[in-house]
């Protein structure tokens, strides 16, 4: 039996159902993490969620519980300061250097990324671009876009990848019909791998759940060896969780992610 320390769980989709009736948490999942957390596991939510929006979730699952980190945004890694108020603090220099890193890169790849939004845009002018880049920096400068469908969304990032090396570490996060412009070297694997390095573990003793393109990265093997996804998980992230000798489960998001961790009980 393994020893898991790390559980890192995407949270839309994958703790709770994304679409139809209310987002709650099933109770499987909250016995499941609890009975881990007994045997000294700890539980990230790895999400492309902000701090606020993952608290606003929290709100509203109904779990009775709440995560012992929070990786959010696809890149930033906080620890609790006031579990009970839901506040967070920054864990390590990690978030003050990934946000320098994505001011470089966007300030450098600026006139690539309003090129290529004004090819997306006149072929689909339907397209939303969202600004900010971050809650911290980057006010008005473009951070990501909302397609009207995964086909729209589709050819999105074929351009994208079109770009080659002209892009340089100028990279995205797709979640669905959203997509989050990037530094190629910060997303969720990134964040989970320096969680773990924070806390002194080795991946083999780190599970990572995910249902969409944005949680490839923590589910390769590398960051966590043991791997698992839903039921609704998309097919990219079935192939990835199966590559790596993870458990796909026929059961849908919460209830899935239950199953794989008793399965390592
Ligand atoms: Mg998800």
Redo the contacts with the bound molecule.
């Keep these: 039996m393994p020893t898991l320390r790390l559980i890192s769980t995407?949270?839309?989709?994958?703790c709770v159902p994304?679409w139809g009736g209310p987002q709650e948490m099933p109770c499987e999942l909250v016995e499941a993490i609890t009975e881990w957390r007994a045997r000294g596991a700890v539980w990230a939510v790895n999400?492309?969620r902000s701090p606020a929006l993952l608290n606003q979730a929290w709100g509203e699952c109904g779990a009775g519980i709440r995560p012992d980190y929070a990786l959010t945004s696809e890149r930033d890694v906080w620890r609790p300061c006031d579990q009970r108020a839901g506040e967070w603090a920054d864990f390590g220099d990690w978030n003050q250097r990934a946000a320098a890193e994505h001011r470089a890169l966007l300030t450098e790849a600026l006139p690539i990324l309003r090129e290529a939004i004004g090819v997306i845009r006149r072929r689909h002018a339907r397209v939303r671009v969202l600004y900010g880049f971050d809650h911290v920096n980057g006010e008005g400068e473009p951070a990501g876009l909302v397609a009207e469908s995964e086909e729209e969304m589709d050819w999105i990032v074929s351009h994208l990848e079109g770009l080659g090396p002209r892009a340089g570490k100028l990279s995205y996060q797709r979640?669905s019909i959203y997509l989050r412009f990037a530094h190629a070297d910060y997303h969720k694997g990134a964040a989970l791998a320096e969680l773990s390095r924070l806390l002194d573990l080795s991946s083999g003793e780190v599970f990572a759940a995910?249902?969409?393109y944005?949680?490839l990265s923590m589910l390769d093997g590398t960051s966590a060896r043991h791997v698992a996804c839903p039921s609704n998980a998309i097919l990219p992230v079935k192939e990835a969780v199966r590559r790596a000798g993870g458990h796909v489960s026929e059961l849908p998001d919460g209830r899935g992610v239950a199953e794989a961790l008793r399965r390592l009980l």
């Design positions: 995407d949270y839309d989709g994958t994304v999400t492309g979640n995910g249902d969409h944005n949680d």
